[in-house]
């Protein structure tokens, strides 16, 4: 803005001076005796007519550049409102909204969300069953097994009410953004604003992951108890139908000391 003042203000002062020739400009034209009563006055149209037209360029040429500098004022003002960053963040309530499904997540019971951990428990309570051990031992690992399927069922759950929970949040956020970019003043505001919104759907696709990846454990975790509980099954009716010890027959004393 100072710089477009500068340049009225040199401007204006270069139309005064270049008006100054067409006052003067028919005093410029008389006879230095007409002055003294020495002859008639001449007045010379053609030089008069001259001068009007070069200060009618001059002039022509001063509004061109008025509106060029007003011209450039606006592209100004416009560029300054195209860099204008946007005034709402919702980084903050997304973060805590993936935080939550994080956290459910690490809570998982009894096995976690860790490979080695998983390689680990399934060889021992699901993948090469130890047909010797004792029926109390068989019992123990099938009980073992029915709380891994409860565990994940109830981690899904609670993930799934987790996911639930994030719904408003989002709704929330996604209003507020939609409102940001419809009242952005220029494309760097509008350009955050459909950033924000996509981090937003980043967001729900996080919590879509982790859902699936919660009731796929569960399932997953059903079916291997279903599975060892077959094996197991099968062992123990091999042992219950596996003919033992034949009858003996023996003497037997009904009354002691009787004859």
Same mark, same amino acid.
């Given at each position: ?168 949040? #989002?709704? %929330?956020? @996604?209003? !507020? /953004? ?5 009242? *952005?003043?220029?494309?760097?505001? +509008?350009? $955050? &604003? ?9 967001? #729900?696709? %996080?919590? @879509?992951? !982790? /859902? ?5 454990? *569960?399932?997953?975790?059903?079916? +291997?108890? $279903? &599975? ?23 003497? *037997? ?7």
């Amino acid at each position: 803005m100072t710089r477009l003042r500068s340049r009225m203000r040199s401007l204006l002062l270069a139309t005064t001076v270049l008006s100054v020739p067409v006052a003067l400009t028919p005093m410029a034209v008389t006879p230095a005796y007409a002055l003294f009563g020495f002859g008639r006055i001449v007045f010379d149209p053609s030089n008069y007519a001259e001068n009007v037209l070069q200060a009618a360029r001059a002039l022509e040429q001063i509004n061109n550049q008025i509106e060029s500098l007003q011209n450039e004022n606006q592209m100004l003002i416009n560029q300054a409102r195209n860099l204008a960053s946007l005034p709402y963040s919702s980084l903050q309530q997304l973060q805590q909204s993936v935080q939550r499904t994080q956290q459910l997540l690490a809570e998982a019971q009894r096995i976690a969300f860790d490979v080695q951990q998983i390689d680990r428990i399934f060889s021992e309570q699901y993948g090469n069953m130890d047909l010797s051990a004792s029926d109390q031992q068989l019992i123990e690992l099938a009980r073992e097994r029915w709380g891994n399927t409860v565990g994940a069922l109830q981690d899904a759950m609670r993930v799934q009410a987790g996911v639930v929970g994030n719904i408003e949040t #989002q709704r %929330a956020e @996604l209003s !507020a /953004l939609v409102g940001e970019s419809q009242g *952005a003043t220029g494309a760097l505001q +509008a350009a $955050q &604003a459909g950033n924000q919104i996509l981090a937003l759907q980043a967001q #729900q696709l %996080a919590d @879509l992951t !982790a /859902l699936l990846a919660a009731n796929g454990r *569960a399932d997953a975790l059903s079916a +291997a108890e $279903q &599975a060892a509980a077959a094996e197991q099954g099968r062992e123990q009716r091999r042992r219950f139908l596996e003919p033992g010890a034949g009858y003996r027959p023996g003497s *037997a004393q009904m009354f002691p000391g009787g004859n």
